[in-house]
């Protein structure tokens, strides 16, 4: 029995949910995504989806840091698709600036809870019933190298992402005995468009090649010098959502350039 093409992916309109959408989109899945930014560049990047690769893709706006909001997208995407057989909860919120944890605004702190932990969850309850009716289901959780170690300074991130990869193992165990799977993926720092924009610009100030400030950046994190590229993150949430998939259950795989080998 193979799980249903039919995918929910939070935060999906950039970065690395954007590409895990085009991945999904390209093998074939028909979509319902989520996430925030100009409305007519998410209507046309849905379009565009649609048309390059021949699938249904929806999409559904949403307040992942309200209940109610988060409840009716899971109602939404059930209805549109027929039935979620992939869910992917990539959407997160980081927090910045950094903050010694006597100086966290506990809103700030509220809010990385609600995104990065509560709407996971949420998402997870709302759809796993189906998943089980159908006997198959895929969720993929994308937590962060952050939630297998820590960082100073950075209490409402660390915290957050350290509880979705522990909602991931508790998941997994529920569902050890069925057809369902639910892990998560741990990356580091990611070459998304914004990390990269940043890096330039850093570097145009410095007077430096991006890759030495990428270097500079990265010392004492990631030993390569060297981002994650987001396709590398969207791989791996296909492989876990195809059959040779079906035994990995309740991992956190660290995709982090060695980050967590130190």
């Known amino acids: 029995m193979s799980v249903p093409r039919t995918a929910l992916v939070t935060g999906a309109t950039a970065g ?27 209507e046309a990047e849905r379009a565009r989806l649609a048309s390059a690769y021949g699938v249904a893709v929806h999409v559904l706006p949403a307040d ?5 909001a988060t409840q009716a997208l899971a109602s939404a995407a ?19 600036p950094p903050a010694a944890v006597e100086d966290v605004d506990p809103a700030k702190w509220a809010l990385s809870m609600a995104v990065n932990v509560t709407a996971p969850f ?28 820590a960082l100073p300074n950075s209490a409402p991130y660390i915290a957050s992402k350290h509880a979705c990869v522990g ?4 998941v997994a ?34 007077g430096q090649t991006a890759a030495e ?24 949430v296909a492989f876990l959502a195809g059959p040779e998939g079906g035994s990995f259950n309740g991992a956190a ?4 350039q060695a980050w967590t080998a130190m």
């Open 16 to 42: 690395i949910g954007q590409t895990i959408a085009e991945r999904l989109a390209r093998d074939g899945w028909a979509l319902a995504l989520t996430g925030l930014g100009d409305p007519a560049a998410i």
């Open 173 to 206: 165990l529920e569902i050890a005995e069925t057809e369902i799977t639910c892990n998560a993926i741990c990356p580091g720092l990611v070459g998304t468009p914004f990390v990269e924009d940043r890096i330039a610009s850093a570097a145009e100030k410095r």
């Open 122 to 149: 949420l998402l997870i309850r709302a759809l796993l019933p189906g998943m089980r009716a159908r006997g198959q289901g895929r969720i993929v959780n994308i937590a962060s190298a952050c939630g297998l170690v």
């Open 213 to 236: 400030v990428t270097k500079l950046a990265l010392r004492g994190r990631q030993p390569s010098g060297r981002l994650v590229r987001p396709e590398e993150i969207a791989g791996l």
């Open 64 to 68: 992942l840091a309200d209940e109610q």
């Open 253 to 256: 795989l660290p995709v982090d």
């Open 78 to 96: 059930d209805d549109v698709l027929g039935g979620v057989g992939l869910l992917v909860n990539n959407a997160g919120v980081l927090n910045t």
């Open 167 to 170: 909602l991931t193992k508790a």
